[in-house]
């Protein structure tokens, strides 16, 4: 297939083109574009999952045309192990977002015209080589995000949008400075990350710290790390579920992919010096602070969204571990909370499209009147709590296991945490799900078919990564260990001066 | 442990009751619909049942091999290999594992056999099966697990299951808390097991054999004798110590034991499979099958020694004054492990798993005796609304007297052999308080069991009159498990034959290799053998049995000394103290569990109002310009909370006024702006 | 070469052709009633001088009318620019609602006068012309502020507008003599070599000249302390002479400013940086004016409800980020500088245009009228809008983006950290006042009883135009670029 | 040489004229007025201006000269155009003072 890459970002940019195009009021029209472009992206990605070559360190399918000469700036596509997992998640996480949305009653033709859009932005994050690039789709997702949020979003819509736009565009800035200054005090003045990766040794240290706090800022309000993490539950709450699955099922990703592609390959000297207290101790700070603020939420979707800050805490940590076990253990995490958060934001869809409210305690007993919906929020939240067997196990005793040698203060308190995950999910769980029957919600129909169609595929994901991650493990591991040992050869003082 | 014999019919012990839950859950609603309960209960039982066949074969297939060669790999495919830990899904068949597994799929297979009759009259029977048959599959996994993380998995698996089935009937809160205090209690115990793991993995890539294959790690142990571990501890007491903890929970021993009586809560087959036979045995299988490592660690050792005893002996004094014929049941399966855990703190595995083998056989058979009383009294747990069931029930009447028989040691039943072994070696072994308290132990233990014999079958009748009338003898499927049960319980002993009376221990030898560790064979061997002294203790024991019996068929069955007096003994603050589980449940909810809670509610209004305030002033830096002008009314009006964003925006007002209108004040701008630039310049000058 | 006056028209078609035009669009409306066809004239006019632009004999540089005027790339651009300025101010004006209610032929023969006086701007050499031609642009923007006859908003301004131009042109000239006295020259070559020249120059003096001088092209540019006039004038003038005078005289305004501070009074190093006067410190002094022109022009728009109020502190903010490019003292802030004038002019037009169209369907033009515009009919003035407003805030794949890049990509390359640090956070509060408008226009409920609006095809093609061009260009700006790299270069032959 | 006049004495007039034009527009409230106060800033440049050409040095230099001719005319252009804006608001107020005028603001 020529020019996967470009096929696979650009397809839903024509499948905006054509929704727009289209005439007003043909709803079925908008929703059946949507859903080709997206299968596109799913069967290229399939494509490019069987034809990845695990065994090299090199850029694959790679694509590089000149753009804008004056600058040394060119349209440079290409993926390896870091980004592969990334890829395969946005395309699945878009296929399924596209089912969510069918559930949008207003002004349909905008909506999948900046679903397309969104879409696109998030594919060009992960497959950009080239910073000016990655920094163009890293904007251009912000903007339908805004207009997602704002237009079709719950009732404190406005302000949940703009303070998403505003935190991320300050975050979005800082990169930018970092990324001229990178360009401008390099041995060779370029943007191509693969270029400024191997140039990485010409920074001096107190050059190479400014920018990686920097860019760490900016990538941190993404993950988003703990001082810069108050948008995230006033944009899970007021987006639509559609919205919600896609924020937390790759938006997330891309601040800590960020920070392994730009931070770890370029800044290698700073990162070894710095990782382990902003990626390791806020990452700690993550686990345990959203685990605690989820034990108080009142609200089902909020409740979610702490559970997602506590998780991506366990990422962070990965990546300050400086293991291979840790690594690879953080971009399988990043790949698993992927597919659990996202079912678990489509489970709290189906409650708020049948009651349209979200309060954990105005439910109760829902297991009698819809068995089949408790059974799959069960096993999601059984999922979501890291039981082995499943996904998120695996990547959490990784994570946890790589993390040990350097950080066993670190580490035991993240494992101590999935006491308090299995406290607030489990005690939510018997709110919601067990118990009597609430009266009021005794005639509630069960799972539609095309619930259950969105939820099956991820299900099935998160049983066969737990008991076979390999099939993921096997892409991430060259690169990553390349990565790692990158960072590790110009390491100068201890990993953990405290140690 | 060199050269297993590879094979791959190991893994349809595990894959058949995985089979049956899956089709269980996911059709079995249609299913019972359609062709109603038999094809669940023929599913169901005949999952387990197959499995426990292949298993005999693959018993008979093992005996024929040569003792020190008896080692099956079933190695299915790659589970992970990263940064060094290279894991397969594998299952690992030696004679430890096959003993376990034969228990799993035996006993389990009988109260599979007792549910089809004590469920018959659910609505979600498929549900029951289905859990029951997944909380087989994950035992299996936790026994078979080549490497520590898939023996984490089934630790975990049961863990799920048993938080399901103990919530089974989940329509009334009441059982799912128990539910959940189930699971979080045994996350508990996960935590230390888990960095147990995480140091078990650190130490030996230190010593260059990175691995957690519980062979390899065997193999490689001796290398970690010297290695510094953790909290000023040597790495093999930390590892040992933690994953010790981790079995604590597991196995409902002190200090993490309050949820295995609240687990009552679930239907009682489930507490007989769960709570009695296999789930709770999980603790004592992983410091046998770890005993490598628990013998390079004489501190650990005598740390699990004391708990079990300390355990055995509180958990029978509370089991004295219980009413509920359940928690009764309980405490003394706490009390039971306590005694295991003390066989295999002293170094007498053989005795420890022996134990375990025989007590599931009892404890089951006691449990579904008692399942088969509540059955006949439609539902009645409480001990003082029953009595002189035995003209009605005479079958469960003497199964449930066999197993209680064999509970409390008396010859020639099984509890004789296996718990009388584990008190020997304790003084063996030359702990004589742990001794002490074992002793004590059985006495009470034979005081409670008679309790409860003489006040469900013995006496009069208090129950309501139409229970009175509803009464009938255990179904046919419940009938047969019992007998079953009950001469398992009377057989089982003779397996292995206490040394005074013949050298007779085929259980013990078939044993042999797996425990055949240096360190292990070294702590074995510095006990005591002297035959006579071991009479002498059986001769103790006994002694304290008989009180025990005596003191209790004199208070419930003759009626010669009254309960009440002796409660009031001391102010009854014994019996205060032991009918209120000392307190333990309120000390933890009071200790952690509140704070927990208010800390929680204080980070989310932390999150909500301060991080949210401070993060928008950083987030928005036009402050800048208007500081002093925005900062005056806007601090006065809004206090912190929105106070940046309104900095900004008071200071766009304040500009604005600027503007006035008129054309006088524009041109004052330019002068003003003139002699501004002038005097800076000169200033800047000089 | 230094070409006398005949010689010279050779290269001045352009600025014959508008000077013709507007003396037949004054007799034409002498002689006739109905004047509608007059804009069209004078659409065709701007447009042939854009052509005549392109046509011109390429030469590396030559002195026209004695030295009055320099023909070089650098003039050739801001030509092209102020031409495509008239084009879409008399685009416009045919379609404002407005500008039909006045009188049509002296309406277009003084916009194309203006834009003479601009092309005369852009091209002048010596402080005479430079003073004549910002005589011509400021008069006529004068008289076109108040063209609407009965308007009290409109005279006020014209008023407010004459008086403060007077007085800063007034300024300008008393500096320039000062300038004149020391350089003992009217021509800035000669006035380069004088302030260069061996003997010194009294730095005080000329300082004082600079500050004074500085008062009339800070005024034109609107940037602070001279920007005062701006808000009430752009309210008050019709929307078409806003935007002209928006994207028109202001960059005529930078190119005279950049004509005069760097081919004028400072020399260009070998290495593309250039030097200013020792002990005349103006590049520090517009250092500051440029900060402070962008966090008030930012700040200030925060609390508007009029949306071209809103539009006027923008484009003093706009004039701050391209001020960034011109403080640099290097080429490269040079060229960064032309391509945000080029990206701003794009954006600035098509913001006002959409703002015009709001304004001829509802006579309004507070936020209230944007509330829900995108649900009631309004959905395609309403993305163009966003468009527009999105790439003045420099949000990627827009041309805004495109110019905001350049310049902080040069103000990093010169170490100038902190100016570019508060550039970013000063787009990042703009991001605040250009989401208002958006906000209302998305995320608003339509007011009860507002109507749909209706847009003529005229104004339609225009805002499509620009719109695309605000997209095409932010993803492919390399056309954009080498046209700004190849027009830096001043001439100053000595033949 | 002209009966004792240097130039120095002329820029002080200059200067004054300046001050006195700049004194005027800031402080008359009357429109015609600010007017006037402009011409006077204009009169002070082609003082300036006529000032340097005379005492310059080198050749015959008219430029000052001729500069001050096209300030003279632009003064009256600029006189006729803001004497004609002045007309119009004084139909519409029936005043010129300045103060009236100030409906835009803020």
Partial sequence: MAHPLTLITFIPLIGMILILAAPAGLVRWYKWIAVASAAAQLVIAAWLYTNFNTGTVAMQFTERYSWIGAYHIYYFMGVDGISISMVLLTALICFIAVFSSFSIDRAEKGYYALLMLLDTGMMGVFVALDFFLFYIFWEVMLLPMYFLIGIWGGPRREYAAIKFFLYTLLGSVLILLAMLALYYYGAVPTFDMTQLAAHSSSYTIGFQRIVWIALFIGFAIKIPAFPFHTWLPDAHVEAPTAISVILAGVLLKMGTYGILRVNFAILPAATHELAWLLLGLIGTINIVYGAMCAMAQKDFKKLVAYSSISHMGYVMLGLASFTAAGINGAVLQMFNHGTITAMLFLLVGVIYDRTHHREIDGFGGLAQSMPIYAGITGFAFFAALGLPGLSAFISEVLVLIGAWQLHPIMTTLGAA?????????LWCFQR?????????????????AREIFMLLPLAAIVIMLGVYPHAILVLLNTSLVHLNQGVLAVATGPALPLH | MEHPVTTDLVRWIVLLPLLGAAINFLFGATLQKRFGKRVISFLGCGAVLAAFAIALYTLFAMLALAPDRRFMLDDLWRWFDVGGLKLDIAFWLDPLSIVMVLIITGVGGLIHIYSTDYMHDDASYWRFFGWLNLFTFAMLVLVLGDNLWLMFVGWEGVGLCSFALIGFWYTDLVNTNAGNKAFIVNRIGDLAFVVAIYALFAGLGAVGHPTLVIREVARYAPA???????LGLPMVTFVTLMLFL???GKSAQIPLHVWLPDAMAGPTPVSALIHAATMVTAGVYMVARLNFLYSMAPATMLVVATVGALTAFLAATVGVTQTDIKRVLAYSTISQLGYMFVGVGVGAYAAGVF????????????????????HALGGEQDMRKMGALRHKMPLTFVTFFAATLAICGVPPFAGFMSKDEIIWRAYAHGHFVIWALLWAGAG????????????????????TPEQDHHVHEAPSAMAFVLVALAILSTVGGFAMLPGFIAPFAPFERFLDPVFNSDATRQVFASGLHDRSLETLFAGLSLLAVAAGWLLADLTYRQGVLSAARMSEFAGGVFYRLSFGKYRIDEFYRAAFLAPYLKLANAAAWFDGHIIDGVVNFAASMTVVGAWLAGLFDSYIVDGLVNFTSK?????GGRLRRLQTGSINGYLYGILAAVMVILLVRAIARV | MDLGNFASLHFFCPELLLTTATLLIVLVDLVIIDGAYLGAVALITSAGALLLIGVEPASEGAWLFHRMIVYDSFAVFFRVLIALAAVVAVWMSMGSAEVRRCAQGEYYAIVLASTLGMFLMAESANLLMAYLSLEIVSLTSYVLTGILRNNRRSQEAALKYLIYGGVASGTMIYGMSWLYGIAGSLDFVAINHALFAASGVPPLTVFIALVLILAGLGYKVASVPFHMWAPDVYEGAPIPITTFLAIGSKAAGFALLTRFFYPGISRLDVGGGWTALSGVEWPQLLLVVCIITMTLGNLAALQQDNLKRLLAYSSIAQAGYALMGFVLLSNDGLRAMLVYLFAYYVMDAGAFLVVMIVANATGREDMGAYRGLAWRGGAVPAIALAI???????IPATIGFIGKFYVFAAAIRERFYVLALIGILNSVVSLYYYMSPVRAMFLGQPEEGAQPIAIGAWNYSLMGLLAFATIALGLYPPPVIAFAARSLHFFAGTS | MVNGLTLNDFLILGLAVFLLGVYCVLTRRNAIGILMGIELILNAANINYIAFSFFGGGGANYDGQVFAIFVIMLAAAEAVIGLAIILAIYQNLRTIDVGAAETLSG
């Fill in chain 3, 388 to 394: 527009f407003l999105l790439s003045l805030t420099g």
């Fill in chain 2, 444 to 463: 009470v233990t034979a005081f409670y069991m008679f309790r409860q014999v003489y006040m469900t079958f013995f006496g009069d009748f208090r129950g």
């Fill in chain 2, 224 to 230: 970690l004798a010297g290695a510094r571990g953790y």
């Fill in chain 2, 355 to 374: 134990h375990l083998m025989t007590h599931a056989f009892f404890k089951a058979c006691l449990f579904l005796g008692a399942g088969s009383v509540i």
């Fill in chain 2, 647 to 651: 900095a900004t925006l008071a200071a």
């Fill in chain 1, 417 to 425: 945490t999935a006491i308090l995950t299995a406290g607030y999910l």
């Fill in chain 2, 246 to 248: 981790g079995a604590t």
């Fill in chain 1, 432 to 448: 919601i799900y067990l118990g009597p029957l609430n009266e009021k919600y005794a005639a509630l129909p069960d799972l539609s």
